[in-house]
Nanobody, 121 residues
Framework: VQLQASGGGLVQAGGSLRLSCAASGRTFSSYVVGWFRRAPGKKREWVAAVSRSGNNTHLVDSVKGRFAIARDNAKNTVYLQMNSLKPEDTAIYYC???????????????WGQGTQVTVSS
């Protein structure tokens, strides 16, 4: 499966963005999908994951209540809705996919190219 992340940008603190992860291939529904981020000078961090059906999701504690992950298998796309953004959410966001054994925190074997999210104070 090939993945392409999009939707990043510059937003003020308190604002919202929706990231998309578009996948190629007819077996997308066989994969669980995760979102990760890498902030400047920090290690990559797992952020969220969604099961194959979309019925189960997991989020890192720092984004609970602000972010939501969902998927549309008919569109081969996973979304990360980010609300109430904070400057500390600034990072490059990556989506990743793998078989269910990877759920929720990985390791994941297929990665997209990343999309930059910058939150200004």
């Amino acid at each position: 499966v090939q993945l392409q992340a999009s939707g990043g940008g510059l937003v003020q603190a308190g604002g919202s963005l929706r990231l998309s992860c578009a996948a190629s291939g007819r077996t997308f529904s066989s994969y669980v999908v995760g979102w990760f981020r890498r902030a400047p000078g920090k290690k990559r961090e797992w952020v969220a994951a969604v099961s194959r059906s979309g019925n189960n999701t997991h989020l890192v504690d720092s984004v609970k209540g602000r972010f939501a992950i969902a998927r549309d298998n008919a569109k081969n796309t996973v979304y990360l809705q980010m609300n109430s953004l904070k400057p500390e959410d600034t990072a490059i966001y990556y989506c990743a996919a793998d078989l269910p054994v990877a759920y929720p925190r990985g390791p994941y074997g297929h990665w997209g190219q990343g999309t930059q999210v910058t939150v200004s104070s």
